[in-house]
């Protein structure tokens, strides 16, 4: 077992001074990471009155031997490092002996220690930063440090601190976090004597969010497990149902250590986009592995904010591997499902479906990286640009063919000029006209997008529009996309542009506003891979082209709406491209409930 060193003083100055200590919840970090440090596979913790009155924290970890009590008190003491060249380790992993130090100045500290080849255990108690002296104590093997009344003697502290059950709030979430990081500990959280949860540290991380966040966050999670280059990232995300209105759920480690790093998590979400709402947050616990020397040394001193190296492939790691796991999941399950008896000789009649099962495996294993990478950019598509052809469309109607009858569609009216009301079965439907046109507008511009197939009108009267120098550079660098959407745009001296060609005809206002939304769009500044911002684009037009909601339509056209919806539904497309759904669906039985026909 390493032995408790004092830092030589060259590296306690180089070490950033910073305060350890700042509330509660950062205490708890503390004195957890030193248990997970110490090899616990138990830890319990318990706090009272938000954890400024008592925090306590017990492990079964290798203990601290008797003559090391003190030492491990002092400033800048840790048994974790001993040389500078560690230094770079010592910041990524958060040693730097100073938790104990800075704890122990503004609080009371029991310690109740003892390693497995000790006789009997140590107490000891160290108050305002002076030891008291030791005891001999029975107890088991691990720790139990216990701290009270924290900042009692830092006046400015205590008013710094907000109610205790704010406090308890961060402190449980703080675990929580931990936990999750760590479902091969068993961690107990009690809060004020009842018990908040507990996780049974069989190393399945969905159980700890099933203890931490219950049965509904649970039922709906993705694993995910990424390799690329250096970097490798597991960990679950949920299903785009899962959502909050913030981000209090998104977790993300770095080698398991708790980081906060807005970057990472925007990329993240951008993954999800058009799968979740604008505003709505998915939740996702993610763990980068990644060599350490590539996480930047200049942290924060509550080591919650990491800087990296290279950091565009670490964040396209990051977007890939929540895509990808999204992906899988929503791969329509008859061909998941089909996956497993490719091999076998397949019935005559089910030859189309064999094809596609062959044609599914062989993107996911055998296609080149681009591919999938073009792939990857759609959250629901199944075919890559090259292989959207002719064939691709014959077999998909020939699926449709010879899919079970299908049940008639019994069109009922419009609701609202906004909604279309249908019924199916035993089903009744209430489809929202704007959101399944702009997705039926979108899938379609998409495909013609990445065919580079001409779409365009040409307008009457050209627009002229003025523009700032940097929205002029945009639409200069990504003149050809422009192109590729429709547009034909031209310099109009040095601070406007000429519109000839739109995508889309519309009044001229609604043409500069799409202009200006997708400069915006496009521009780099937003962390996000430039496939996605293409398709920022694209759903920008959509959405200008869409039916609006308040516009009455005939049943000519909302039955051709509901089939090509349903069509998209089969494809598992079943929301706009912001996340909003496209219809809703009622079953008889449910009405028949509303009406208390039946019970
Ligand atoms: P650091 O964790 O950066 O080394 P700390 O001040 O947090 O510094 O802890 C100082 C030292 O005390 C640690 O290096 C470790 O040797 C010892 N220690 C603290 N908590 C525990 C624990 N729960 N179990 C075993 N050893 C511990
Ligand atoms: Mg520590």
């Not at 889309?504 to 780099?524: G, Y």
Request: proline share 4%; charged share 30%.
């Amino acid at each position: 077992m390493a032995e408790i060193k004092v830092l030589p003083g060259l590296i306690a100055d180089k070490i950033a001074a910073g305060e350890v200590a700042e509330r509660p919840s950062a205490v708890v970090k503390e004195l957890v990471e030193n248990s997970i440090d110490a090899g616990a596979t138990k830890i319990s913790v318990e706090i009272r009155n938000g954890g400024i009155k008592y925090i306590s924290v017990e492990d079964n970890g290798k203990g601290i031997k008797k003559d090391e009590i003190e030492t491990a008190f002092l400033r800048h003491a840790t048994s974790k490092l001993r040389e500078i060249e560690d230094l770079e380790k010592i910041r990524t992993m958060g040693f730097r002996g100073e938790a104990l130090a800075s704890i122990s100045a503004v609080a009371q500290v029991e310690v109740i220690s003892k390693t497995a080849d000790a006789p009997s255990g140590t107490y000891m108690k160290v108050e305002r930063g002076i030891a008291q002296p030791k005891e001999d104590i029975a107890c088991n093997n691990g720790t139990i440090m216990v701290v009270e009344n924290l900042f009692e003697n830092v006046p400015a502290r205590m008013k710094f601190l907000k109610k205790d059950s704010t406090e308890a709030g961060y402190i449980s979430d703080v675990v929580s976090r931990i936990a999750m990081a760590h479902p091969e500990i068993m961690i107990k959280m009690t809060v004020d004597g009842k018990e908040l949860f507990s996780t049974n540290g069989d190393g399945d991380i969905k159980n700890v969010v099933l203890n931490v966040y219950g049965i509904d966050y649970a039922k709906a999670l993705i694993e995910v497990d990424y390799k690329e280059g250096p970097v490798h990232i597991t960990g679950v995300i949920g299903k785009p149902e899962i959502v909050r209105g913030n981000r209090s759920r998104q977790t993300i480690f770095v080698n398991k250590r708790y980081i906060k790093n807005y970057g990472v998590a925007k990329v993240a979400e951008e993954a999800y986009r058009n799968a979740v709402m604008v505003g709505k947050f998915p939740f996702f616990v993610l763990n980068i592995d990644l060599p350490s020397e590539l996480v930047d040394v200049n942290v924060h001193p509550a080591k919650t904010e990491v800087k990296f190296a290279n950091e565009k492939e670490l964040m396209e790691a990051v977007y890939h591997s929540v895509k990808n796991a999204l992906f899988k999941d929503t791969t329509p399950e008859k061909v998941q499902e089909k996956k497993s008896e490719e091999v076998k000789p397949e019935p005559e009649n089910n030859t189309v479906q064999f094809r596609m099962n062959f044609k599914s495996n062989f993107k996911r294993e055998e296609a080149p990286k681009k591919e999938i990478e073009n792939l990857l950019s759609y959250t629901v598509r199944e075919e890559t640009a090259e292989e959207k052809s002719e064939k691709d469309f014959e077999e998909i109607l020939e699926i449709v063919e010879e899919k079970e009858p299908e049940i008639p569609v019994k069109l009922v009216g419009q609701l609202f000029d906004t909604y279309i009301l249908y019924e199916q079965g035993e089903n009744f439907f209430l489809l929202d006209q704007h959101a399944g046109h702009e997705r039926l507008r979108f899938e379609k511009l998409k495909e013609d997008y990445i065919n580079k197939k001409k779409f365009g009108q040409v307008l009457m009267i050209p627009v002229v529009m003025n523009v700032t120098l940097s929205e002029m550079e945009i639409i200069k660098e990504y003149s050809e996309y422009f192109d590729r959407m429709g547009f034909e745009i031209e310099e109009f001296g040095n601070d406007g542009i000429v519109i000839r060609q739109t995508p889309i005809i519309t009044d001229d206002n609604e043409i500069k506003a799409l202009v200006s939304e997708i400069v915006t769009a496009f521009d780099e500044k937003k962390k996000m891979a430039f496939a996605d911002r293409e398709e920022a684009a694209l759903d920008m037009i959509s959405c200008k082209y869409a039916i609006k909601a308040n516009h009455k339509l005939t049943s000519y056209e909302m039955e051709d709406l509901i089939l090509r919806v349903n069509e998209l539904k089969d494809k598992g497309i079943t929301t706009c491209p912001h996340g909003r759904p496209i219809q809703v669906q009622y079953t008889k039985t449910e009405i028949e409930k509303m009406f208390k026909r039946i019970v």
